[in-house]
C-alpha cells in the first residue's frame, strides 16, 4: 500500500471528482478531526452538564495545557498572580502551603541545607528565596493567543466580519428546530449556506461570486483556503486549529451537534469561515508572517529557567531583607531563580492553593487529637437516607444527622450518584420529550415510562394538559412570528403588563397562583416501571452494583431513603445546570424514584440474596427529591409506601423538615441579597425560609442558589471518616467500604465513573472562575438566548460557554475557589494501584495532574499521597492539617455569634456584603 | 486470497477513544465506506500501558475497536484521513487484505 502524504494538499488540485480530490477530502477531514480536540463538545442550555472545555488538552500534563492554552487561546487555567498573593495575605494560601508546594515542584527545594549570604545575615534556604520570589518579584507576563488565522493577522476587522457572518449563519442553522421560520430548516447546513449564502447582499459581489463556485464538498473549500495562503504540514493544522479556536463556544457547539447528527459539523464551519476569510481579505500568503514560535513547554518538575532578571534579584533581594549591592549574595540567589522560570510561579501558586484545600478538607486521621464523631455500628438504625454525591448534599446530609440526632434516632446517610445507578430514558406522563437520565458518560439502557393506575384519570389529565399547551404554544408562535407580536402587543399588551409587575413584585404570590391555576389538572398518582422496564438479571446486577458501590450490603433499616436533587429555578437560562449532573442535567426524582422501583422489587431482592446481600421484608426503599434552592425534601411516590412504613416516613419527614432551617442558613449566609448576609446570622427561621422559597419563585433573582461552587475534593470512604466535619458543602461524598468490595470492582467503578464526572465538574468550574470571558457564560442578566440551545453576552459575539458568572463570583470577586480535584479513597492501597494499573483513563489523569490522590486504608492510617515516583506522606489529615468537626447547628435563637465564625472560617464561607448584589 | 468465488477488499481496524468515534466514523463514511463494526469497552497493552476493558458506568472513556472493509482503490483514500487522526492522538491502526463474498455490500 502506498502512503499518501497529507501534507502535499496544494499539490493536488481542488476540482471535483479529479483523481485525489476523495484522498484531499479524507485528508483534510482527518486533519480536522484531529484539530477538534482544540474545543470540547458544548452541550444545549436544556442539558447542560459541567465537562472541562479543554478537554482535548487532557492528553498533555497540567503544566503543558497551562501553556497550550495560553498560546492557542490567549487564556490561563489558574488565577493570575496577583489573585494568588492576595490569597496569600487572607491566609488562605500559607507559608506551609507553598512550601509544600515547591516541595513538589522543584526538587532542590526539599533540600532544608541553609544557607547564608554573609556571617551575621539570617540563613536561608532554597525554599526561602524561592517563596520571596513568589510573593515579590515582578508579575510574569500575561498569556497570549499566538495560534491567530490569517484575518487575525492581518486585518482585526475583517476577522470580525467573518465571525460575525459565520455566526449568523451556523446559529441559523442550530437553532432552526426553535425557530418559528427559518430558511434553513430541514437541509443540512453547507447546501443551506452556499445556496442563500451566494445572494446575501451584505457582502460584497465578489463574495458572493465566489460561493457559488463552490462545489458540493466543504473538504474542497477548506483545501481551496490552505491552497491560496499555501499552507502545508503543521502549518496547515495550526490554520484549522486557529479557526476552530477564533469562536470556541460555537465551536464547541457545532461539535456537539455533530455527534447529534444535525446536519452541521466542524468540517462545514471551518470551510466556510475560510472561505469568507479569503473572499474577504485582500491578501495573499506573502503578507503573512511566519510561523508562531513553537510552544512554550512547561515541565511537572522545573527545568530551570536560565539566567535570572535582574529585576527580579532585586525584587527577592529586597523581599529577603538582603543589600542589593552585595555581589556574593545576588549570585547565590540568580542561581536559585534560574530554577523556576517566572511563567511557572503559578503553577506553584496552584499546587499551593490545591493543598490549602486539601488541608481544610481532609477527613482526619483518627487517633489525632482533632474532633470528630464516630459511629459504632449497633442497633439497627431508624433509617438510611442516600443521597447524591453533589457536594450541595453535604451540608444537608450535616442538617440530619445533627437533626436526628436531637431527636434520639439514628439516621445514617450515605452518598451515591444521584442516578442511582439506573442508566435510563424517562419519559414522564406529561408527554415531554423522552430524555437520557444518566450521566453523559453512559448511554441510557433501558426506556423507563411514568405509569398511572388510574388510566382514566391520565388520560384526563393529559387532555387538560394538551389544553394549556395549545393556549401557551399560540402565544409563543406569536411571540416569534414576524408580525404577529405588534398585535399581540396591542392585545395582550396591558393583561401581560400586569403579570408581569405581579410576578415581579410578588414572585411567592404568583407562584401560589400559578399552582392554584394548575391545580386543576392535578396529576394522577403515577410509578416508574424500572422493574418492568429492565430484565430481572439487569435489576439484580445493578442494584448489587450500586449497594456493594456505596458499601450498604447489611443492617438494612426498616426505612432507606433515596434522595434524588433537583433545583427549582424560574426564567434561568442554566436551570439544567442546577440540577442533577448524574442524571444528564435533569431532576434527580425519577432516577430515585425508578432505583426504589428495582429495589422493592421481590425478584430483585431474591437475586440479592443469592448474592450475599439480604435485604430485610420489611425494608422499604422510598425516594425523595431534594430541592437544592428551597432545602425541601419531598416524598416523590407517597401512595407506593406501603401501611406498614406510613409512620416511619412521616417521621423521617419531620427531621427533614427541622433539618431544613439549619441547612438554608448556612447556604444564605453566603448568598447575596439574603436576610442572613444583611442581618447577620441572626434573623428568624422563617424569614430565611421565605427567601429561599422566594429564590424559587422569583424570575428577577440571578443568585437562586450557589450550585457546586466551591467544589473541591471527592471523599470516597464510609461517612464514619467524614461525619461530624464540615465539609463546607466543598466535597463530593462517596460512601465506600473495602469490605463490601469483594472484589474490587466497586472501587473501580467509582473510580472510572462518579471520579470523572466530579473532574468534569471541577474542571469546568475552574476555568469558568479563572477565565470568565473566555470559558465562562457572562454575567446572566446580558445573557441573550440564541434557540434555547446557547447564549451570547448582549447583542453578538461567541456563543458562551460554561457557566454565568452569577455561579463562580459576585461583582468582582470569585466566590468559587478554583483548584483541582482533590481526591481522598479509603481503601486498600494495594486495590488503588491495581485500577490506577487497569485504568488508562485514571492515570492519565494522576500522571497528568490533573487532580490528586491521596488513598489511606484505615482511618488511623496516614494519607498518602500518589506521585510519579510512588506514595508519599505529607502530613495531611493530621492535627491541624484536616477538615475541622462541625459545629452544632446553628439556631437564631441561641448560637448566633459561633455560626458566624464557623462560616467565616472556610474560603466558601464568604459573607457578601448587600451592596455587591446586581 | 485463495478461495475461489470471493472478492479481494482491504480491512481497516482502528483502536481509538469512544469519542473520537463519530469523528472517524464520518471519515469513513465521506469516503464511502458503506458500513463498519464498533466493538466498545476492548481491553489491552499498548503505548500508554494497560486499557481495562468495559467500565460499568463509563462508555465515554472506553477504547473502541472500529473495522471496516472497502474496495482496494478506496482504501488508500481512507488511510490517508486517517493517519492524521491518529498521529494528533492516540490509537493504533491495522490494514490487511482480506475478501469477501457479497462485495455489493462494500462498493
Same mark, same amino acid.
Given at each position: 500500500?502506498?502512503?499518501?502524504?497529507?501534507?502535499?494538499?496544494?499539490?493536488?488540485?481542488?476540482?471535483?471528482?479529479?483523481?485525489?480530490?476523495?484522498?484531499?477530502?479524507?485528508?483534510?477531514?482527518?486533519?480536522?478531526?484531529?484539530?477538534?480536540?482544540?474545543?470540547?463538545?458544548?452541550?444545549?442550555?436544556?442539558?447542560?452538564?459541567?465537562?472541562?472545555?479543554?478537554?482535548?488538552?487532557?492528553?498533555?500534563?497540567?503544566?503543558?495545557?497551562?501553556?497550550?492554552?495560553?498560546?492557542?487561546?490567549?487564556?490561563?487555567?489558574?488565577?493570575?498572580?496577583?489573585?494568588?498573593?492576595?490569597?496569600?495575605?487572607?491566609?488562605?494560601?500559607?507559608?506551609?502551603?507553598?512550601?509544600?508546594?515547591?516541595?513538589?515542584?522543584?526538587?532542590?527545594?526539599?533540600?532544608?541545607?541553609?544557607?547564608?549570604?554573609?556571617?551575621?545575615?539570617?540563613?536561608?534556604?532554597?525554599?526561602?528565596?524561592?517563596?520571596?520570589?513568589?510573593?515579590?518579584?515582578?508579575?510574569?507576563?500575561?498569556?497570549?493567543? &499566538?495560534?491567530?488565522?490569517?484575518?487575525?493577522?492581518?486585518?482585526?476587522?475583517?476577522?470580525?466580519?467573518?465571525?460575525?457572518?459565520?455566526?449568523?449563519?451556523?446559529?441559523?442553522?442550530?437553532?432552526?428546530?426553535?425557530?418559528?421560520?427559518?430558511?434553513?430548516?430541514?437541509?443540512?447546513?453547507?447546501?443551506?449556506?452556499?445556496?442563500?449564502?451566494?445572494?446575501?447582499?451584505?457582502?460584497?459581489?465578489?463574495?458572493?461570486?465566489?460561493?457559488?463556485?463552490?462545489?458540493?464538498?466543504?473538504?474542497?473549500?477548506?483545501?481551496?483556503?490552505?491552497?491560496?495562503?499555501?499552507?502545508?504540514?503543521?502549518?496547515?493544522?495550526?490554520?484549522?486549529?486557529?479557526? @476552530?479556536?477564533?469562536?470556541?463556544?460555537?465551536?464547541?457547539?457545532?461539535?456537539?451537534?455533530?455527534? /447529534?447528527?444535525?446536519?452541521?459539523?466542524?468540517?462545514? @464551519?471551518?470551510?466556510?469561515?475560510? &472561505?469568507?476569510?479569503?473572499?474577504?481579505?485582500?491578501?495573499?500568503?506573502?503578507?503573512?508572517?511566519?510561523?508562531?514560535?513553537?510552544?512554550?513547554?512547561?515541565?511537572?518538575?522545573?527545568?530551570?529557567?536560565?539566567?535570572?532578571?535582574?529585576?527580579?534579584?532585586?525584587?527577592?533581594?529586597?523581599?529577603?531583607?538582603?543589600?542589593?549591592?552585595?555581589?556574593?549574595?545576588?549570585?547565590?540567589? %540568580?542561581?536559585?531563580?534560574?530554577?523556576?522560570?517566572?511563567?511557572?510561579?503559578?503553577?506553584?501558586?496552584?499546587?499551593? @492553593?490545591?493543598?490549602?484545600?486539601?488541608?481544610?478538607?481532609?477527613?482526619?486521621?483518627?487517633?489525632?487529637?482533632?474532633?470528630?464523631?464516630?459511629?459504632?455500628?449497633?442497633?439497627?438504625?431508624?433509617?438510611?437516607?442516600?443521597?447524591?454525591?453533589?457536594?450541595?448534599?453535604?451540608?444537608?446530609?450535616?442538617?440530619?444527622?445533627?437533626?436526628?440526632?436531637?431527636?434520639?434516632?439514628?439516621?445514617?446517610?450515605?452518598?451515591?450518584?444521584?442516578?442511582?445507578?439506573?442508566?435510563?430514558?424517562?419519559?414522564?406522563?406529561?408527554?415531554?420529550?423522552?430524555?437520557?437520565?444518566?450521566?453523559?458518560?453512559?448511554?441510557?439502557?433501558?426506556?423507563?415510562?411514568?405509569?398511572?393506575?388510574?388510566?382514566?384519570?391520565?388520560?384526563?389529565?393529559?387532555?387538560?394538559?394538551?389544553?394549556?399547551?395549545?393556549?401557551?404554544?399560540?402565544?409563543?408562535?406569536?411571540?416569534?412570528?414576524?408580525?404577529?407580536?405588534?398585535?399581540?402587543?396591542?392585545?395582550?399588551?396591558?393583561?401581560?403588563?400586569?403579570?408581569?409587575?405581579?410576578? &415581579?413584585?410578588?414572585?411567592?404570590?404568583?407562584?401560589?397562583?400559578?399552582?392554584?391555576?394548575?391545580?386543576?389538572?392535578?396529576?394522577?398518582? &403515577?410509578?416508574?416501571?424500572?422493574?418492568?422496564?429492565?430484565?430481572?438479571?439487569?435489576?439484580?446486577?445493578?442494584?448489587?452494583?450500586?449497594?456493594?458501590?456505596?458499601?450498604?450490603?447489611?443492617?438494612?433499616?426498616?426505612?432507606?431513603?433515596?434522595?434524588?436533587?433537583?433545583?427549582?429555578?424560574?426564567?434561568?437560562?442554566?436551570?439544567?445546570?442546577?440540577?442533577?449532573?448524574?442524571?444528564?442535567?435533569? $431532576?434527580?426524582?425519577?432516577?430515585?424514584?425508578?432505583?426504589?422501583?428495582?429495589?422493592?422489587?421481590?425478584?430483585?431482592?431474591?437475586?440479592?440474596?443469592?448474592?450475599?446481600?439480604?435485604?430485610?421484608?420489611?425494608?422499604?426503599?422510598?425516594?425523595?427529591?431534594?430541592?437544592?434552592?428551597?432545602?425541601?425534601?419531598?416524598?416523590?411516590?407517597?401512595?407506593?409506601?406501603?401501611?406498614?412504613?406510613?409512620?416511619?416516613?412521616?417521621?423521617?419527614?419531620?427531621?427533614?423538615?427541622?433539618?431544613?432551617?439549619?441547612?438554608?442558613? /448556612?447556604?444564605?449566609?453566603?448568598?447575596?441579597?439574603?436576610?442572613?448576609?444583611?442581618?447577620?446570622?441572626?434573623?428568624?427561621?422563617?424569614?430565611?425560609?421565605?427567601?429561599?422559597?422566594?429564590?424559587?419563585?422569583?424570575?428577577?433573582?440571578?443568585?437562586?442558589?450557589?450550585? @457546586?461552587?466551591?467544589?473541591?475534593?471527592?471523599?470516597?470512604?464510609?461517612?464514619?471518616?467524614?461525619?461530624?466535619?464540615?465539609?463546607?458543602?466543598?466535597?463530593?461524598?462517596?460512601?465506600?467500604?473495602?469490605?463490601?468490595?469483594?472484589?474490587?470492582?466497586?472501587?473501580?467503578?467509582?473510580?472510572?465513573?462518579?471520579?470523572?464526572?466530579?473532574?468534569?465538574?471541577?474542571?469546568?468550574?475552574?476555568?469558568?472562575?479563572?477565565?470568565?470571558?473566555?470559558?465562562?457564560?457572562?454575567?446572566?442578566?446580558?445573557?441573550?438566548?440564541?434557540?434555547?440551545?446557547?447564549?451570547?453576552?448582549?447583542?453578538?459575539?461567541?456563543?458562551?460557554?460554561?457557566?454565568?458568572?452569577?455561579?463562580?463570583?459576585?461583582?468582582?470577586?470569585?466566590?468559587?475557589?478554583?483548584?483541582?480535584?482533590?481526591?481522598?479513597?479509603?481503601?486498600?492501597?494495594?486495590?488503588?494501584?491495581?485500577?490506577?494499573?487497569?485504568?488508562?483513563?485514571?492515570?492519565?489523569?494522576?500522571?497528568?495532574?490533573?487532580?490528586?490522590?491521596?488513598?489511606?486504608?484505615?482511618?488511623?492510617?496516614?494519607?498518602?499521597?500518589?506521585?510519579?515516583? %510512588?506514595?508519599? $506522606?505529607?502530613?495531611?489529615?493530621?492535627?491541624?492539617?484536616?477538615?475541622?468537626?462541625?459545629?452544632?447547628?446553628?439556631?437564631?435563637?441561641?448560637?448566633?455569634?459561633?455560626?458566624?465564625?464557623?462560616?467565616?472560617?472556610?474560603?466558601?464561607?464568604?459573607?457578601?456584603?448587600?451592596?455587591?448584589?446586581? | 486470497?485463495?478461495?475461489?468465488?470471493?472478492?479481494?477488499? *482491504?480491512?481497516?481496524?482502528?483502536?481509538?477513544?469512544?469519542?473520537?468515534?463519530?469523528?472517524?466514523?464520518?471519515?469513513?463514511?465521506?469516503?464511502?465506506?458503506?458500513?463498519?463494526?464498533?466493538?466498545?469497552?476492548?481491553?489491552?497493552?499498548? #503505548? #500508554?500501558?494497560? #486499557?481495562?476493558?468495559?467500565?460499568?458506568?463509563?462508555? #465515554?472513556?472506553?477504547?473502541?475497536?472500529?473495522? *471496516?472493509?472497502?474496495?482496494?482503490?478506496?482504501?488508500?483514500?481512507?488511510?490517508?484521513?486517517?493517519?492524521?487522526?491518529?498521529?494528533?492522538?492516540?490509537?493504533?491502526?491495522?490494514?490487511?487484505?482480506?475478501?469477501?463474498?457479497?462485495?455489493?455490500?462494500?462498493?
Amino acid at each position: 500500500m502506498t502512503a499518501t502524504n497529507h501534507l502535499n494538499l496544494p499539490n493536488d488540485t481542488v476540482a471535483t471528482g479529479e483523481p485525489g480530490s476523495e484522498t484531499r477530502r479524507a485528508v483534510i477531514r482527518g486533519m480536522i478531526a484531529a484539530a477538534d480536540r482544540v474545543v470540547a463538545p458544548h452541550r444545549p442550555l436544556t442539558a447542560f452538564v459541567a465537562r472541562n472545555p479543554l478537554a482535548g488538552y487532557e492528553r498533555w500534563g497540567f503544566d503543558e495545557a497551562v501553556a497550550r492554552a495560553a498560546a492557542e487561546h490567549g487564556t490561563r487555567l489558574t488565577l493570575d498572580e496577583p489573585a494568588f498573593r492576595r490569597r496569600h495575605l487572607a491566609g488562605i494560601i500559607t507559608d506551609h502551603d507553598l512550601r509544600a508546594a515547591l516541595d513538589r515542584h522543584v526538587t532542590e527545594a526539599r533540600d532544608r541545607a541553609r544557607w547564608s549570604p554573609r556571617p551575621g545575615w539570617h540563613s536561608l534556604s532554597v525554599a526561602d528565596i524561592l517563596v520571596a520570589d513568589l510573593y515579590a518579584s515582578p508579575l510574569a507576563p500575561a498569556p497570549e493567543r &499566538t495560534l491567530l488565522t490569517p484575518a487575525e493577522h492581518l486585518d482585526p476587522r475583517v476577522a470580525a466580519r467573518v465571525d460575525d457572518l459565520v455566526l449568523r449563519w451556523t446559529t441559523a442553522h442550530l437553532g432552526s428546530a426553535h425557530a418559528a421560520w427559518s430558511p434553513m430548516r430541514d437541509e443540512a447546513f453547507w447546501p443551506a449556506w452556499r445556496r442563500l449564502a451566494a445572494r446575501d447582499p451584505l457582502v460584497p459581489r465578489r463574495v458572493r461570486r465566489g460561493i457559488r463556485a463552490l462545489g458540493p464538498h466543504p473538504e474542497d473549500a477548506v483545501a481551496e483556503a490552505l491552497a491560496h495562503w499555501r499552507l502545508l504540514g503543521d502549518d496547515a493544522g495550526r490554520f484549522l486549529r486557529a479557526h @476552530l479556536a477564533a469562536l470556541p463556544g460555537l465551536a464547541g457547539h457545532v461539535a456537539n451537534a455533530a455527534s /447529534e447528527g444535525r446536519g452541521i459539523d466542524l468540517v462545514d @464551519l471551518i470551510a466556510v469561515r475560510a &472561505t469568507y476569510e479569503r473572499l474577504l481579505l485582500p491578501a495573499g500568503p506573502d503578507q503573512l508572517p511566519d510561523g508562531p514560535a513553537p510552544l512554550p513547554r512547561a515541565s511537572v518538575r522545573s527545568t530551570g529557567g536560565g539566567r535570572a532578571d535582574p529585576q527580579r534579584i532585586d525584587a527577592v533581594m529586597e523581599r529577603l531583607g538582603l543589600a542589593g549591592d552585595d555581589g556574593d549574595a545576588r549570585a547565590v540567589v %540568580g542561581r536559585v531563580l534560574s530554577l523556576v522560570r517566572p511563567e511557572e510561579r503559578i503553577l506553584i501558586w496552584q499546587e499551593a @492553593l490545591d493543598h490549602s484545600a486539601a488541608r481544610r478538607l481532609a477527613p482526619p486521621r483518627a487517633g489525632g487529637t482533632e474532633a470528630h464523631a464516630t459511629v459504632e455500628p449497633g442497633e439497627r438504625p431508624f433509617a438510611q437516607a442516600v443521597f447524591c454525591i453533589d457536594p450541595r448534599s453535604e451540608g444537608l446530609r450535616r442538617a440530619v444527622e445533627q437533626e436526628a440526632g436531637r431527636r434520639g434516632l439514628e439516621v445514617d446517610t450515605l452518598g451515591f450518584a444521584g442516578f442511582f445507578a439506573v442508566a435510563m430514558r424517562w419519559h414522564d406522563l406529561d408527554g415531554d420529550p423522552p430524555a437520557a437520565a444518566c450521566p453523559v458518560l453512559l448511554e441510557p439502557r433501558r426506556d423507563v415510562g411514568e405509569r398511572a393506575a388510574d388510566a382514566v384519570g391520565a388520560t384526563r389529565y393529559r387532555e387538560r394538559l394538551r389544553a394549556r399547551s395549545a393556549a401557551a404554544a399560540v402565544v409563543a408562535r406569536a411571540k416569534q412570528s414576524l408580525v404577529a407580536p405588534y398585535a399581540l402587543a396591542e392585545t395582550a399588551g396591558w393583561p401581560m403588563g400586569a403579570a408581569a409587575a405581579v410576578r &415581579t413584585a410578588r414572585p411567592l404570590a404568583w407562584a401560589r397562583f400559578v399552582e392554584a391555576w394548575q391545580g386543576g389538572a392535578a396529576r394522577p398518582a &403515577t410509578r416508574a416501571d424500572a422493574d418492568a422496564a429492565f430484565a430481572l438479571d439487569e435489576r439484580v446486577a445493578y442494584a448489587e452494583a450500586a449497594l456493594r458501590m456505596m458499601g450498604l450490603v447489611g443492617g438494612f433499616a426498616r426505612l432507606v431513603l433515596l434522595a434524588g436533587h433537583g433545583a427549582d429555578t424560574v426564567n434561568n437560562p442554566f436551570a439544567s445546570a442546577l440540577h442533577c449532573g448524574a442524571c444528564g442535567g435533569l $431532576r434527580g426524582g425519577p432516577n430515585a424514584r425508578a432505583a426504589a422501583a428495582m429495589l422493592n422489587d421481590p425478584g430483585t431482592r431474591a437475586g440479592l440474596a443469592g448474592r450475599g446481600i439480604r435485604v430485610p421484608e420489611d425494608t422499604v426503599f422510598v425516594a425523595v427529591e431534594h430541592d437544592t434552592v428551597t432545602d425541601r425534601v419531598a416524598v416523590c411516590e407517597p401512595w407506593s409506601v406501603p401501611a406498614s412504613h406510613l409512620g416511619d416516613v412521616a417521621q423521617a419527614e419531620a427531621v427533614l423538615r427541622a433539618a431544613r432551617p439549619a441547612a438554608v442558613r /448556612e447556604r444564605l449566609a453566603t448568598l447575596p441579597g439574603a436576610p442572613a448576609a444583611s442581618a447577620a446570622i441572626a434573623a428568624p427561621d422563617a424569614a430565611l425560609l421565605a427567601d429561599a422559597d422566594r429564590r424559587a419563585a422569583d424570575w428577577s433573582e440571578s443568585y437562586p442558589e450557589w450550585g @457546586l461552587a466551591g467544589n473541591a475534593a471527592l471523599i470516597v470512604a464510609p461517612r464514619r471518616a467524614t461525619r461530624g466535619l464540615d465539609l463546607a458543602r466543598r466535597t463530593f461524598l462517596h460512601s465506600y467500604e473495602a469490605e463490601a468490595d469483594l472484589d474490587g470492582s466497586a472501587l473501580e467503578t467509582i473510580l472510572t465513573a462518579p471520579l470523572i464526572v466530579a473532574q468534569w465538574i471541577n474542571a469546568q468550574y475552574l476555568t469558568s472562575t479563572v477565565d470568565p470571558d473566555r470559558w465562562g457564560a457572562g454575567p446572566k442578566p446580558l445573557a441573550n438566548l440564541v434557540g434555547a440551545f446557547a447564549v451570547q453576552t448582549g447583542y453578538g459575539g461567541d456563543l458562551r460557554t460554561g457557566l454565568p458568572w452569577q455561579s463562580v463570583g459576585v461583582g468582582r470577586d470569585p466566590v468559587h475557589e478554583p483548584v483541582r480535584l482533590q481526591v481522598f479513597v479509603q481503601a486498600p492501597v494495594a486495590r488503588v494501584c491495581a485500577v490506577i494499573g487497569r485504568s488508562g483513563l485514571v492515570r492519565g489523569l494522576l500522571d497528568g495532574g490533573w487532580i490528586a490522590l491521596r488513598v489511606r486504608e484505615q482511618e488511623a492510617d496516614p494519607w498518602l499521597r500518589y506521585g510519579e515516583f %510512588g506514595w508519599t $506522606r505529607e502530613g495531611i489529615g493530621e492535627p491541624g492539617l484536616s477538615a475541622a468537626p462541625s459545629a452544632p447547628a446553628p439556631r437564631a435563637d441561641t448560637a448566633p455569634d459561633s455560626a458566624a465564625e464557623r462560616t467565616a472560617g472556610a474560603p466558601h464561607h464568604r459573607p457578601v456584603p448587600v451592596e455587591e448584589r446586581p | 486470497m485463495n478461495i475461489e468465488g470471493l472478492t479481494s477488499m *482491504t480491512k481497516i481496524e482502528l483502536v481509538i477513544p469512544s469519542a473520537e468515534v463519530d469523528a472517524v466514523t464520518a471519515l469513513m463514511r465521506s469516503v464511502g465506506a458503506t458500513g463498519y463494526t464498533a466493538l466498545g469497552g476492548v481491553s489491552g497493552v499498548g #503505548h #500508554h500501558g494497560a #486499557h481495562g476493558g468495559r467500565m460499568l458506568f463509563n462508555d #465515554h472513556d472506553a477504547l473502541t475497536l472500529l473495522i *471496516t472493509v472497502v474496495p482496494s482503490e478506496r482504501a488508500a483514500a481512507l488511510v490517508a484521513g486517517l493517519r492524521p487522526v491518529l498521529e494528533g492522538g492516540s490509537g493504533v491502526m491495522f490494514v490487511s487484505s482480506t475478501a469477501v463474498s457479497r462485495p455489493e455490500y462494500f462498493r
